[in-house]
């Protein structure tokens, strides 16, 4: 039987993974693995350092990846010519950027006489499966929600068994990549998603009541995990399957806000950069000065949102409660478009995901699929007290607060003392602010 090639790219797993079964079923496989510089260089230092992780560990699982590094159009037809592959398998990639090379890498490999197989993608279900009545893709997230539950999904795709491993000839050496100065990064790897999966699956009855309450810190912490596809979301929804409590449907749901966002991304690849809805790019806003370094560095003088920028910073990951305060704020307080904050999560986030991140940015900045009412704009204050309750959120991300009476509004002594910046803005000045230009597009 002919070798072929499994050319992984963000679906760092052995388990589930439909392509590497395809591939397994050619002959010996070769497990490939491209750092493609034009991924690798705005991936941003918690991401790389994560991505080097995980394929560590993937390394270990097959005993040798080849590494190799460079334009995937040239390594890839490089390595497949190497042992002599007549196929490439890949999950295909919905992305702009991942649609457009693979595109690219199937003709140089179609030249070579060898053929790029696509099996499954890193979702649920893929883009572009779903469509409205009206044969387009949905904007609007229940409709295109209560579409994907009916349409359902494949069972898990199971282990590979006794697979043929080809041992690299040549490999590029993983890069050392230390995390950024500061920051904690969560274990990477298949068996550290399984791990925290199973743990988190003891406890999902609790997800719909908790997930809003950044101070409990009990959502799943999947995300890096989704992002890395070091577990796919049906191995998960299986588990699901069986339990009839809210927080496990809650769960689905969130799974489905994932599947919705890749499919809007590629039915609108534009709105990676541009505005979903078109009215908004002609609203005024503000070019990013000492505010928008305040907000980055975490030191607006709003206690909640401060605490989600340190915690960025810290730890590569933000609640999602306040991830959509901070982007509300920089948006609606501080008149900064979107992308600037889009592109400041996307370098920090060791979760970072090009759909997730940009189409819930637009949905903050009232420009994207169902978005929030421009006219709701969150008060970072009460937010902090509905959500952090006792404090304990702000207290442990902005430690100079800990002691004070109350941390989501401390007094000008309290600030003075601890050294905590006076507020940058005004919220309701601002807030009249935001609306006042938001009439001018009506
Ligand atoms: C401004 C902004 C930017 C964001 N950027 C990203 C990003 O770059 N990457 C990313 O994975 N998520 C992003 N999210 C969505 C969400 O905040 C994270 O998925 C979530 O906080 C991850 O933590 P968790 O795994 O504990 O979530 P859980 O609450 O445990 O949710 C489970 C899973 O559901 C999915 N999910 C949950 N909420 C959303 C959502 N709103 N949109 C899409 N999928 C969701 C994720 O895959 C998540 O891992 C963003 C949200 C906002 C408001």
């Known amino acids: 039987m002919p070798p072929s090639v499994a050319w992984f790219r963000r ?44 394929l560590r560990s993937l390394d270990a699982a097959v005993g040798g990846l080849t590494l190799l590094e460079g334009d995937p159009v040239r390594r890839v037809v490089e390595a497949a010519r190497a042992v002599g592959a007549e196929r490439v398998h890949v999950a295909a990639d919905f992305g702009p950027h991942g649609a457009r090379r693979d595109a690219a890498v199937e003709r140089a490999l179609g030249e070579a006489g060898i053929a790029l197989v696509r099996t499954g993608s890193p979702y649920a279900v893929a883009p572009g499966r779903l469509r409205t009545g009206g044969g387009t893709a949905y904007q609007v997230f229940t409709p295109y929600h209560r579409a994907w539950a009916d349409h359902g999904w494949r069972a898990p795709a199971g282990d590979p068994a006794d697979v043929e491993w080809l041992r690299p000839d040549r ?111 002609g609203m005024r806003y503000d070019e990013p000065g000492a505010a928008y370094d305040a907000w980055r560095a975490g030191r607006t003088g709003f206690p909640v949102v401060d605490a989600g920028m340190r915690q960025l910073r810290a730890t590569g990951w933000m609640h999602n409660r306040v991830r959509m305060v901070v982007a509300s704020f920089l948006v609606k307080d501080l008149h900064v478009e979107w992308q600037h904050g889009a592109r400041h999560f996307l370098h920090w986030l060791v979760d970072g995901d090009l759909a997730s991140n940009q189409q819930n940015w637009q949905w903050a900045a009232g420009s994207g699929a169902e978005a929030a009412p421009y006219f709701r704009v969150f008060n970072p204050t009460s937010q902090g007290r509905k959500f952090d309750p006792d404090g304990t959120y702000v207290r442990r991300w902005v430690p100079e607060l800990a002691e004070v009476t109350d941390p989501h509004d401390p007094s000008p002594d309290d600030r003075e003392r601890s050294g905590y910046p006076a507020p940058v803005v005004d919220h309701a000045a601002e807030r009249r602010e935001a609306l006042a230009r938001w009439e001018e597009i009506r």
């Open 171 to 281: 490999s590029a050496a993983l890069p050392d990549v230390e995390p950024p100065a500061g920051m904690t990064l969560p274990e990477a790897g298949e068996e550290a998603a399984h791990a925290r999966w199973q743990e988190f699956l003891d406890r999902v009855a609790d997800y719909d009541d908790e997930r809003d309450r950044p101070d409990l810190d009990t959502t799943s912490r999947m995300s890096v995990h989704l992002k890395w596809g070091e577990i796919h979301p049906r191995t998960m929804l299986a588990d699901l399957a069986p339990l009839r409590s809210a927080g496990a449907a809650a769960y689905r749901r969130e799974l489905a806000w994932r599947d919705f966002f890749a499919d809007v991304l590629h039915a609108r690849p534009e709105t990676a950069r541009a505005y979903l809805r078109p009215a908004f790019a």
């Open 11 to 54: 679906d760092l797993r052995l388990s589930d993974n439909p392509a590497l079964l395809a591939a397994a079923a050619d002959g010996p496989v070769l497990p490939l693995f491209v750092l493609d510089p034009a991924l690798w260089r705005p991936a941003g230092p918690a991401r790389r350092c994560y991505l080097t992780a995980s």
